[in-house]
């Protein structure tokens, strides 16, 4: 069965996301952002959702992480939590 390696910050406007995603194109360092503003759990981690399977997450999410480029940044992306910017880090 397919894993992937991705880590995600979750937040409550897509203005929020946007911006937060022009600082990491920018070169901000995407774990530091995601500890300082994401609201799920895994801001601890850097925002790291370790490594997960396909129907893991909510089907927006799923979808980016299993079938958008690795090592680039997606988002916003709405689900019913808020807007999320992922990055798939590797999938096999």
Same mark, same amino acid.
């Given at each position: ?25 920018? &070169? /901000? ?16 981690? &850097?925002?790291?959702? &370790? ?8 089907? /927006?999410?799923?979808?980016? #992480? ?8 997606? &988002?916003? #992306? ?15």
């Amino acid at each position: 069965m397919a894993t992937a390696l991705a880590r995600h910050i979750l937040v409550r406007t897509r203005e929020e996301a946007e911006r937060l995603r022009q600082q990491i194109k920018l &070169g /901000a360092d995407f774990a530091k952002l995601a500890k300082k503003h994401s609201s799920c759990a895994s801001k601890k981690r &850097g925002g790291d959702l &370790g490594e997960v399977r396909p129907g893991q997450m909510v089907k /927006a999410v799923d979808t980016v #992480i299993f079938k958008k480029p690795v090592n680039t940044v997606q &988002g916003p #992306i709405k689900t019913q939590f808020g807007f999320h910017l992922i990055e798939v880090l590797f999938r096999n």
